[in-house]
């Protein structure tokens, strides 16, 4: 069985530096997605970034990207600029690609954002 | 815009009631998901259904049940709530697609308290 570990419970940063947030998962597939879900407080869960195995090239959307490491298996959000908005708690995911449209979660960072 | 919708933001029941938490989608989506959320334990698939009166067991099925009657409704059954069922539920839908791009969307949670 695939699992996803969050090794982070917590993260701060100031506002306009950088985080990064740590994911490591472990799977025996080639082909398989990877996504990083956002939690705002007492709101709903939205996508933040999605990555595909095969693609060696690490996924971007404006001030968020990716750290896709395939060989060791990391998988890490870094976001830039980073603005109060980005407080929530982040959750990255794992889906494999052989029909099973399941995802499985990491235990989730919490992030706070330090004006 | 997708939207997916439940029944409650929070609820009270006693131990021993029985607990219905249902979950609207209105975007055609074949697949939902019930998941459970505990803090440091992430997200943890209940149940999930790929299509009307079809189910599957997630990782933590136990004392749950569910129903999928229409298309856009899909049920969560607690038989016999219990204290250890405390939990923030959400639930999520997605599209049929193969690839990444079957993103799931979520609702907002129902906050369950069983007494």
């Known amino acids: 069985a695939q699992t996803v570990t969050q090794s982070q419970p917590e993260m701060s940063v100031q506002e306009a530096e950088t985080v990064t947030l740590s994911c490591t998962y472990d799977?025996?597939?080639?082909?398989?997605?990877l996504f990083w879900y956002k939690q705002p407080p007492s709101r709903q869960m939205i996508l933040v970034i999605r990555?595909?195995?095969?693609?060696?090239q690490n996924a971007t959307e404006n001030r968020f990207s990716v750290n896709f490491q395939k060989a060791a298996k990391s998988f890490s959000l870094k976001i830039s600029d980073s603005q109060l908005g980005d407080a929530a708690m982040y959750f990255c995911a794992y889906r494999n690609n052989f029909g099973n449209e399941k995802l499985t979660f990491g235990t989730g960072t919490r992030l706070t954002i330090i004006p | 815009d997708v939207k997916v919708t439940q029944s409650s933001r929070y609820l009270v029941k006693r131990t021993g009631e029985k607990v219905f938490l249902e979950c609207v989608q209105d975007?055609?989506?074949?697949?939902m998901f019930w998941y459970r959320q505990d803090p440091g334990l992430g997200l943890r698939l209940i149940y999930f259904s790929y299509d009307v009166k079809m189910k599957e067991k997630g990782d933590i099925p136990e004392g749950y049940s569910v129903s999928r009657e229409k298309k856009e409704r899909f049920s969560l059954i607690l038989e016999s709530a219990s204290t250890n069922q405390t939990s923030m539920y959400l639930c999520?839908?997605?599209?049929?697609?193969?690839?990444?791009?079957?993103?799931?969307?979520f609702g907002p949670g129902t906050r369950l308290t069983v007494l």
């Open positions: 999520a839908s997605s599209p049929r697609l193969a690839g990444p791009y079957n993103e799931q969307f």
């Open positions: 990555q595909e195995a095969y693609k060696q």
């Open positions: 975007m055609d989506h074949e697949n």
């Open positions: 799977t025996s597939e080639s082909d398989y997605y």
